[in-house]
């Protein structure tokens, strides 16, 4: 395939090279192009390979999946897992006892109304609740660090109800 | 209990040279039985960066406490004053001065107390200060003032260390400024956010949470030289660090056992002690000015409430009892007062109580984070208005108040640093 590609440059050069050394020939057309027509098409090889990508078969990496999926939401005041919650942590769960060496951070967080280290406080209670609902599906301690972020990293940001309910919310983020 | 009566904005005071502050203070509501002071223009003092007099005056102004009165004239502290025409003008003091330029740079900063009712000297400075602190002595001379006159020392030449974050831009930047917002200088800026800075007792330290590494963790940094460590990086969660009066340890909010707790930390973050111990939240510990006891927050009867221990950890006992929810307790430095933050009727209120007595006092709505003046005359707290969060003083007995707004930004979680040498 290079040495085929060589020497078409090479006839080609020659060719270019020839037309320079007489400009005033116009109607002259050189032999040695004849044969160019057949080295620029060259035969499809039976060599060639086509590559197929696959993507990954990590569940973790479908942005369809189930695992795409982590985010838990509480209500107002309150720091047990909802049924809607539930799901999730299930998901997870059965992810993390199949591949024990992967780890999480759970990031709990609270909406903007009280005080800064209160609501770290309460976020981290989020967030325990989370690691318990998990700890009691089989997934180790030492796959979860339950952490906290309280008011200081909200999704939505505003002040009224929708907002707050999107920031009351557990997060779980793989290392 | 006793509501704070309305501002009249109307009499209000404005600090006049604080018009390029990057925090504006402006005062509502005035103290009764100021003292008139006079203050005159210091001889020379052009020649220094900041304008000492306009300093000295802004600051006795903010107090509260005096009524001051412009002397429209230099005078010199060498000068011979008239003692009759200030006391004719109802001047009860006047202070005097001058700025000389050295030849190495630095200024000299001359003044004189003078008691114009008894026609004596009440005290006199002289100190030699860099252009950089120019402003620095005029805050000295400012406390020197509040000490001679009300005998308690005076808070204007302390520092507050406060968060200034803008979210949208990922910008979270830990300052440190004058007591009057000037003269910022920035100790630490991070992509994340920054939380609970904490005054070293010498002044020299901040104690601080910061989320860099997508948790909290408790660092304790060096001022002066940029030096930072990590106090306390448990698994969990790690904040809410309060110095020991002698600086030596840290109480600080782990949730390592499964539930935030109590503990002390060396602050080489050796030494790690479990000192509460309930099934539920214990956190915001503080420690009282004499070492013995640590106030905190705990949701152990239901809602947050605050109780204290003492400080080696043991039997905790229950403070406040008004209402669903009380948090943030911070001590005052005579021991005598405890601040904090109740919602009552919806909002978040700052309020004051007298330890001895139970008796509450309502200081402000909307307020968070409290942190009292070394000398326990005013209290600062982050406020929220017009979208923004800023930050206020009010003096502990409710009657005066300030607030310190700036264009950019949301300022917040102030603490308001020691006396220093």
């Known amino acids: 395939m290079r040495n085929f590609k060589s020497l078409a ?44 990508e696959t993507g990954t078969t990590d569940p973790l990496d479908d942005p369809k999946g189930v695992l795409a999926n982590r985010s838990v939401y509480f209500d107002f005041d309150s720091y047990t897992v909802r049924d809607d919650g539930k799901p999730v942590v299930e998901n997870h769960s059965a992810y993390l006892n199949k591949n024990k060496s992967r780890k999480i951070l ?38 979860m660090e339950a952490v906290s972020l309280g008011e ?23 290392q | 209990m006793k509501k704070i009566t309305p501002f009249l904005f109307g009499a209000a005071m404005l600090a006049g040279a604080a018009s390029h502050a990057q925090l504006r203070v402006e005062i509502a509501g005035v103290g009764s039985n100021q003292i008139p002071i006079a203050v005159a223009g210091f001889a020379d003092e052009s020649v220094a960066p900041a304008q000492v007099s306009a300093i000295i005056k802004a600051d006795l102004e903010r107090s509260g406490v005096f009524k001051v009165i412009d002397a429209g004239t230099v005078i010199s502290e060498t000068s011979n004053v008239d003692f009759g025409t200030w006391k004719g003008r109802g001047a009860d003091a006047l202070v005097v001065g001058s700025v000389q330029k050295l030849a190495d740079g630095s200024f000299d900063v001359r003044y004189k107390l003078l008691d114009t009712v008894k026609g ?8 030699g200060v860099t252009a950089k602190y120019t402003r620095l002595s005029a805050h000295k001379i400012a406390d020197d003032i509040y000490l001679k006159l009300t005998g308690a020392r005076g808070a204007f030449a302390t520092r507050i260390a406060y968060v200034n974050e803008n979210r949208g831009a990922h910008d979270y930047r830990l300052e440190v400024a004058d007591a009057d917002g000037e003269g910022t200088q920035v100790a630490v800026r991070s992509n ?21 590494q997508r948790k909290p963790v408790i660092y304790v940094q060096n001022l002066m030289t940029g030096k930072r460590t990590v106090v306390s990086n448990q698994k969990g969660s790690n904040s809410a660090p309060a110095w020991s009066p002698d600086g030596t340890k840290l109480a600080v909010a782990l949730s390592k056992d499964g539930h935030y707790q109590v503990y002390s930390v060396n602050i080489d973050g050796t030494g790690l002690r479990r000192l509460s111990n309930s099934n539920g939240i214990d956190t915001e510990p503080q420690f009282s000015a004499d070492g013995q006891t640590i106030y ?28 669903n929810y009380n948090i943030s307790p911070r001590v005052a430095s005579d021991g005598k007062t405890l601040a904090w933050i109740s919602q009552r009727d919806g909002g978040f209120s700052l309020y004051a109580m007298d330890l001895a007595s139970g008796q509450e006092l309502r200081l402000a709505d909307g307020a ?21 969060t800023g930050l206020a003083v009010v003096s502990t007995d ?15 979680e102030p603490n308001w640093g020691p006396f220093m040498k």
Request: glycine share 10%.
């Open chain 1, 106 to 143: 759970i990031q709990g967080n609270t909406d903007e109304r009280g005080g800064t280290e209160y609501n770290l406080a309460l976020g981290q209670k989020r967030a325990e609740a989370v690691r318990k609902s998990m700890n009691s599906l089989g997934v180790s301690d030492s796959q």
């Open chain 1, 152 to 174: 200081e990293k909200p999704k939505a940001t505003g002040s009224n109800e929708s907002a707050w309910a999107e920031n009351r919310r557990a997060d779980i983020v793989y």
């Open chain 2, 368 to 388: 968070t984070e409290p942190s009292f003046s070394p000398n326990g005359k005013y209290i600062m707290y982050a406020t929220k208005g017009g979208g923004r």
């Open chain 2, 398 to 412: 409710g009657r005066i108040k300030q607030r310190l707004s700036t264009n950019a930004g949301n300022i917040r």
């Open chain 1, 9 to 52: 440059f090479i006839i080609t050069s020659a060719a270019l090279l020839a037309a320079c050394k007489t400009p005033v020939k116009l109607n002259d057309t050189p032999v040695a192009e004849r044969s160019v027509p057949a080295a620029t098409t060259p035969p499809a090889s039976d060599r060639d390979v086509r590559p197929v």
């Open chain 2, 192 to 212: 994340e956010p920054i939380i609970s800075p904490a005054w070293s007792p010498d002044g020299g330290k901040v104690a601080y949470v910061s989320f860099e």
């Open chain 2, 120 to 127: 004596s000297q009440l005290s006199t400075l002289s100190q």
């Open chain 2, 296 to 323: 905190f927050t705990s949701d152990r009867s239901g809602g947050p409430q605050i109780y204290k221990m003492p400080a080696s950890g043991g039997n905790a006992t229950r403070v406040t009892f008004n209402g």
